[in-house]
Every structure is written in structure tokens, then in C-alpha cells.
């Protein structure tokens, strides 16, 4: 990163500047990491201890932030310092900015429509009457088939796979190795306990604004579509199975998997491995713990689960906890049920 | 899809033309979502409902479903309309179908040996002495490592890799991302908390008729190989250590992880995110839910197991459904125990 | 592989030769699996029984290994068979051996900087600025970013990415398909359900020694380095979030997650499909058994965890196997109750 300007990044977020006057941002940094001259930013209250004596020089803080005037570092006071310390990465830290240009080794059918501003890296693939859009850039050895289209602005990173006819939507991210279009899960069986192929004829559609990460298999719709929506961010080797429809703005933690057909709500945030069942609904809003499995429909909207299977948070938490109790659990029952025996006995008697 | 004769397609299936007459089937829909001209199926009772209503003009139907004789759709009456479905599409949709020919772009040794009528895609590699057979299909940036065998019209998705001397079958479908043949995880202690590599000097063996999804690691044997039965299916993101075997016609669903030299019987149906433990031998026609975990050997054939560590399906549901009761039932046993307190301290006056 | 002489294996090994004089091996077997010529090894008491019985002709055993004299074959007593075993085939049988020389099908940025006697395949991208050590073998397909390193000995087998400006130690093996430094998965909620991405800045630094499994995504660090040890193996499909840190010499089984900033110890040893919580500290020398979840810290080294949540390992299996009891214990508690209302009543009378 070259040296950024104080006044232009305090304009770009709409901050002001306090304290000791700077020139220049030398870097970023962590604040409990600070480096002399870089950036960094106070947020969490649980790092408000740096504040001072951070090694950092420029710090963005929020508007309610206090600080002690005999400070001899720089601030910049915005609405969310998080947000505002995004935006300014997301502005001037960009690994793909520079790459730019079709690499003459990259192999392009003829009949595909390549957009404006576009990068494709050597040993990338483009199929024939495949649609890549304005400003994309393709890593090396992506591969993307026929018919399959990438919206405006989207970065596909080196050795995905999008199959013929998938569609991703503008301003995407694809990490490595991910693979959008597979197969589904499709065997339907003869009887004789083998199986026969059932052609998976759909597709997949990504919406607009969509991160997924590393490594994650989302197979094409038996007919019809596997659907992601708008601002969905997916994290890495998530499985994502036929006609699956997950709804905007969802987030999803790693190696997650969602069987086929269910459909997900709009604005769920669900755990790392977590496993759905097949033709399931879940409702909008739904958080779902770690590790959790789901085996029914989600009704009601915004609850928070956790267990296999799912229970409310709370009395999942409890319950689970639980467990661990059972070897006591049981000494007491068997305690009680001698107590009974000896109290029969007496009676007996 | 080109547009198919309604005659051609019931000679195909064996089958029966029955109410309005049509000559041609303009393409493919589900009976809920049926497109006019297009030809659906009826096979789910579920859907019985869609049978009149759907938009979709040609359905094929089970010999023993009855219709109304006032419908203006046509039928095809079959013994199973769903296998003959798939049938109808494996024989004419393909998305491979047409693509033919060694691209100049690919990277092929002078020592392998290359079929008739294959396709390989632009960049893909063949290494020293590999075989590849008659009418496969190998796309872009696919890695056949020296030595390694694809069998007869077997069908290579874009970015798989397959490691040297590993050998698929014929007539399988290895999607993309797959990994076949890196090493097994093995890694000898050498008494001080570091370890030595165990070289893997195995291979991986795939039957005939095999189909493995995106994003799978199949591990190379330490010594022998890894076996995957004929007709074996698995899904996405699946885990096959070194020196496991599949038995024919087992089919895995997505994100299980078999450990190390663990065998399991033919006909098997296992679940999504279930993980097997190593050394286990597991019997013929066993069936596994999801996300469960098993650590002993399964000698009883056709057994249904659920839960972590396994038990009998109808136990395990049973047993972790009483999980989310432990509060209640903790709260009885510290009744009891008061009560028992109670009527001792009375005894005792 | 080639022949072998008896008496040169024995002194790599420094072992001393016994039994029925031979001069060559022709091969590598397993005891049980034992082949005409070949070398075997003795090191697990269970398959003693195979000593004599098995068809191998030369067997590597212990030096407190007891033999029968009247036996036809040779045996080489050494201190560890198995580790003396590994080492004859880790100097032997090496499937890279033969690769060298930097295919002009390559594409190498003309910053980047490439040691002595390296490999690298057709079709491998190596970006600008990017270092290649002396002795690395990059295979086929595989995808080095700007400003990366590949650290003296690495071997970085077919469709591996390695993101812009990470860093891969020396001696290495990195499977195929595995990506190194995909973006971490953070995203700022923006309070409206939509989120802002937080550019991930940092890398990865992978040590010495370390092997990676197929298919693992290892996310670059949002500021500073996400850190793999010295020595640490991973095994297939396990995801590496933003930040973590693996102490050296820690080995990993497949699929399991590591959220992010988790700080495991050294000398960890972690079962599959295990799944770490974020912003964990866990003590070196944990071991924590398949399946199992951690959400808190481990402060204290060397223990044994089991479970989800994680307990230790003694108390999970005991409270575990008593899941299935459950139904069990309810019905006794309903007994209980029962009884009690009897008495009660009884008393009342």
C-alpha cells in the first residue's frame, strides 16, 4: 500500500481530524499491534486499554469516543469506526486492482461475449456463448462453461469451476476452488439396490454482491434452479445441494451443508458445520448455533437454535450442558430407588 | 434441447400414448411448475394434484394411475414413469454430448495412450504412460498424473485431479475439484512430538460406473489401494482416507469421512456429515443418518443406525429427543429426593 | 521402483542383516499382504503371527523381536522397524524424484524469482514478484500468487492456489486442490441486514516441515498472518479461518474447522471433523477426539477432550454411551413418582 493522505481519508468517510496534526498514513495496523505512522481503529470497548498506548499514530473512533487531550496521536472521529476503517480498505486495498488485460494464453471461444475492462488471467477458460461482464476479472486456470454468465465487477478467483449455463451476479467474489454448477445428488434406485443417473438439468443462479468462499460445491438444480440470493456471503467448503434456494443476505459459516430443496429465509446467520435436512423451510431471520442439525421446518421467524437436533438456544445450551451430568443423574435414581427398597422393606417388616 | 417426438420418446421408455394426441415435446418441467409443450412425470403420490392442473402438456404416468378421460393432456403410461423419466433424459440431454476432439491446447505426454473419440479440453494435463480410454471426456485444467488410468467413456469435470498410477473405471462422472490419489494422512511419531512421513506408495481404484462429486479427497493407499466399488455414488466434499474401501453400489451423501483402512459393505446408504472411524468394518446394505458418528465394526447386514456414537435408528431418535428433557428430568429426581427428605425427617419425629 | 540391495537398505537404516542370506528386494508388501522378494516390516505385536507365514521375503523387525531360527527368511533388526521402514521409502520411492526442469508451457511473471533445480509443470502460474525456491517442485495447474514464497523443497502438487504475498516454508507438501489464502470470512453487519466486507489484508505463513492435505482452505489473516507451525500435518478438507494460529508440530485430521483467531498449542492432536469455536486459546498438547466442539479455552496442557461441548475424555464417554439410557432412566424416575404417589396416598388413607 502506497502512503495515503490523512485529510483525503478523513473526507472519504466523512470523519473529522483531532489531536496532533499528520500528513501521512504510513500503513494499517491492529491497535494492540499498532505499527508507528499506520492506521488503525478503536471499536470494541475491550481494546478502549490501547487507546494510549498503542504504537499506531492515526486512529478513527467513534463519534462518543472519549479521549484524553494530552494524546500525541492523530484521530478521526466517524459514525462507526468499523465501518468507516472498511471503507477505506476496501478503497485503496484492493488485490486485484492492478490486474487488468486478456492474457493471450487464456482460451476464449469465439463465441463468447467478453465486456469491457476485463481481466482473464493465462490458462483461464471461457466457453462458448458464455457472457462475462463489464470490469470482471478471471484468475489463471478458472474455468467457466458454456452458456454460463458473470455479472459486472465480479472476481473469480484461480481454479474455480463454473459449469455450463450457471449464472453469477455483479459485484460477486468466487475464492478458489469452488465449484458452482456440479451435479446434484440425483440416483434414483431400480430395485435391484442399483442406481440410475437422474440428469440434473438445471442450473444455479448467484445473486448480486455475493461472497463465496474457498472450496465450496453449490450443485446445479435437478430442473429448474439452486438458487443464491442477493448479498449472500458463504465462508469456505460449504455444500450447498440441488434446487436449494438460500435467501438474501444470508451468512453462512464453513463446512455447513444444506441438503436439497430446503430453502432458507432471508437475513439467517448460520453456524460453522451445520447440516440440513432435505425439503426443509426456514424462516427469515433464523440463527442457527454451530454444529447444529435441522431436520424440520422453521416457522417462526428470527429464533435463535442450537443442537442436533435444534432446539431454542437456551434450552439447548441447558440440555446440552446437561450431558454431563448423566452418570449423576442416574446415582441419584439409583440412590432413590434404594431408599424406596429399604423403606418397603421396613414397612415389611 | 432440441424439440423430441412424443412417439420416438414412448418407443424409447417402452411405454403407452394416451389422451389428446401431440407430436412433439418442446422441452422439460416439473409438474408444479410445468410449462405448456413440455413433458413432466407423475410419480410421487404427493403430487397427484398437479396431474390436471399443470401446465406441462405431456406426462408420463405409472401404468396403474388413473386420469380423468376429459383431460386434454397426453400420457405416457410406463411401469415406472420416474426411471423412465431419467431415462429419457440421460438419452437426450447431455450436456457433454457434443463436445469432441483433443484440443491443441492440452498438454499430453508422447507416452500416454489416448482412445478413440475422446474430447480433452484446452489446458488439461496427461502425464508419462497414462491411459485414457475410448469416448472419455476430460475438460479444461484437469491433472491425469503419470501412469493413472481412465477407463471407457468416462467423463472428467474441469480442475480434478488425479494423482499417478490411480485407475477409474468406465462409464463414470468425477465432478470438478475432486481429488484422487493424494497421499493418506500418515505420520509416524518419532518419540520426541515430531513426526516421519509414511510414504503412501498405494493407489486408488474406481470401479465401473462410478460418480463422485466436487471437492472430494479420496487419500492414496500406504501400501495396496483404495478401493471404490462399482456403481458406488458419492456426493460433494466427501473424505475417503487411505486404504478405506467402498463396497458396489453404496451410495454417500455429502461431507461424510471415512478413516483409515475402514471397510464398507455393498448397498450401503450413508448420510450427509457422518464420520467413520478408522478400521471399521461395516456390513452389507447398512443405512446411517445424518451427522451421526460410528467407532465399532456394524456385523449385522440391513441395519438402520442414527446418532453419535450409533445406535438402532428408532433408539437413537428416542434417546436424543429425550436430551431436550434433561432440565425437566433433573427437576423430578430433586422432587423426589425433597420428598424423600421430607417423609425421612417426619419419620424421624 | 527400481531393485534395492539388502545390505545398502540395511545400512541407510543402520540396521544389522539375520537369517537367510538375500542380496535383493524386489519390492514393497504389506506382512499380511506379503509378495515374492519384497521387503515387509514387523512393527505392531498383532501381526506377529504373520512373521513366518507371510510370502515377503525380507522383513524389517525390532531389535527385542524374537525369531525362529529354522526360518527361510532375512530379516534386518533395527531400533524402530516402522520408522526405519518409512525411511527406506521416503529415500526410495519418491514420486517426484523425476520431475525437474520448468516446462515452457509454464507461465512464469518475468519479476519472479526461481531457484535451482526446480519443477515447474505446464500450465502452473506463477505471479509477479513471487519467490521459488531451490529444489521446489510445483506441479501442473497450480496458481502462485504476486509476492508469494514457496519455501527450498516444497512439492505443491496440481490445482493448488497459493494467494498473493503468502508464505510457504520449506520441505513441504501441499496437496492438490487446496487453497491458501482466500480471503477470511468477515463481513460488518451494516445494521439494515446487509453487510460490508472487511478487506482481509493480511496472509498466511506456513512453517517448515508442515504437510497440507487435498482440498483445505487456509484464509489469509484480516491484518497480520494467519500461522501454520512447523511441522504441523493437516490432513483433507479442513478449513483454516482468518487469524488462526496452529502451534508446531500439531496434526489434524480431515474436515475438521478452526473459527477464527483460535490459537491452538503445539503438539495438539486434533480427531476429524472436529470444530473449533472463535477466538479460542487451547493448550499444547491437547487431544481432542472426533466430532467433539470446543467453545472455550484449554488452559491446562496434555489433557484429553471429548464431546460437543468438549469434555474430558473419560467423563464423555461415560456420559455419552448413557444417552441411550435415557429412555431407561425416565422410566425409572416415572416409577419412582409413582411409588411415591402410592405411599402418599397409602398415608393419607
Known amino acids: 500500500m502506497t502512503k495515503l493522505s490523512v485529510t483525503e481519508v478523513a473526507e ?8 496532533k496534526s499528520r500528513e501521512w498514513i504510513s500503513g494499517i495496523s491492529k491497535i494492540d499491534q499498532g505499527i508507528p505512522g499506520s492506521l488503525t481503529f478503536l471499536s470494541n470497548p475491550k481494546y478502549a486499554e490501547h487507546l494510549f498506548s498503542t504504537q499506531a499514530d492515526i486512529i478513527l473512533i467513534n463519534r462518543d ?3 484524553n487531550s494530552e494524546s500525541d496521536k492523530t484521530f478521526i472521529r466517524t459514525d462507526n469506526a468499523y465501518l468507516a476503517f472498511c471503507q477505506i480498505l476496501n478503497h485503496y486495498y484492493n488485490p486485484a486492482r492492478d490486474k487488468s488485460g486478456v492474457d493471450n494464453r487464456a482460451v476464449i471461444s469465439s463465441s463468447a461475449s467478453i465486456g469491457d475492462n476485463v481481466y482473464i488471467g493465462a490458462n483461464a477458460f471461457v466457453g462458448d456463448r458464455a457472457k462475462i461482464g463489464n470490469g470482471v476479472k478471471i484468475y489463471p486456470n478458472v474455468y467457466i462453461g458454456d452458456d454460463a454468465v ?4 465480479t472476481l473469480v478467483y484461480s481454479n474455480v469451476s463454473v459449469y455450463h449455463e450457471c449464472v453469477v451476479g455483479k459485484n460477486g467474489i468466487i475464492h478458489s476452488g469452488t465449484v458452482i454448477g456440479s451435479d446434484g445428488f440425483g440416483h434414483a434406485p431400480k430395485g435391484d439396490g442399483t442406481y440410475v443417473k437422474i440428469p440434473q438439468i438445471g442450473n444455479v443462479v448467484v445473486g448480486d454482491d455475493v461472497e463465496i468462499g474457498s472450496n465450496c460445491s453449490i450443485d446445479r438444480a435437478t430442473i429448474g434452479s439452486t438458487r443464491i440470493g442477493d448479498g449472500v456471503k458463504l465462508d469456505n467448503l460449504i455444500q450447498v445441494a440441488h434446487n436449494v434456494e438460500i435467501g438474501d443476505h ?3 459459516a464453513g463446512q455447513t451443508g444444506i441438503s436439497g430443496s430446503t430453502t432458507l429465509g432471508k437475513y439467517c446467520v448460520i453456524g460453522g458445520q451445520v ?3 432435505g425439503h426443509l423451510k426456514v424462516a427469515d431471520g433464523t ?3 454451530a454444529q447444529s442439525g435441522l431436520n424440520k421446518d422453521i416457522t417462526e ?3 435463535q437454535l442450537f443442537g442436533s437436533p435444534v432446539m431454542p438456544v437456551k434450552d439447548a445450551l441447558r440440555s446440552h450442558l446437561m450431558i454431563k451430568d448423566l452418570p449423576n443423574m442416574r446415582d441419584r435414581i439409583s440412590k432413590l430407588e434404594k431408599l424406596h427398597n429399604q423403606s418397603e422393606k421396613k414397612e415389611k417388616e
Chains 1, 2, 3 share one sequence.
Open 65 to 67: 469516543q472519549e479521549i
Open 301 to 303: 421467524k428470527n429464533t
Open 150 to 153: 458473470i455479472g459486472d465487477n
Open 250 to 252: 444470508t451468512v453462512i
Open 12 to 19: 472519504l468517510i466523512g470523519g473529522e481530524i483531532e489531536g
Open 275 to 277: 447440516g440440513f435436512a
Open 287 to 289: 440463527q442457527v448455533g
